[in-house]
């Protein structure tokens, strides 16, 4: 059964940076990893996705800002968030994703504040 453990998430102010971490383990099928977040009064979006290709997806309101980058090794990606600001405030919840499934994260708390 796939696990996913997050970490990194707490407390910034506006236009400062923050990197979240997500490690998969005990799956060797999966596809490709990222993370999603999700406000109060919003539907969850996508943030980034990463292939073990290399090839990323962004989210529109995070494009320029937030690079995601992964090690196939380690099943781990790593979110590089910069410039946040308080729109991002949200759970961001780790996926990754598997040629038959999906598996999430417990979610980790970003907080943009001054």
């Known amino acids: 059964q796939v696990q996913l453990v997050e970490s990194g998430g707490g407390l910034v102010q506006p236009g400062g940076s923050l990197r979240l971490s997500c490690a998969a383990s005990?799956?060797?099928?999966?596809?490709?990893m990222g993370w999603y977040r999700q406000a109060p009064g919003k539907q969850r979006e996508l943030v980034a996705t990463?292939?073990?290709?290399?090839?990323?997806n962004y989210g529109d309101s995070v494009k320029g800002r937030f690079f995601l980058s992964r090690d196939n090794a380690k099943n781990t990606v790593y979110l590089q968030m910069n410039s946040l600001e308080p729109e991002d405030t949200a759970v961001y919840i780790c996926c990754a994703h598997e040629f038959i499934r999906d598996y999430w994260g417990q979610g980790t708390q970003v907080t943009v504040s001054s």
């Open positions: 005990g799956s060797i099928f999966i596809n490709a």
């Open positions: 990463i292939t073990k290709g290399g090839s990323t």
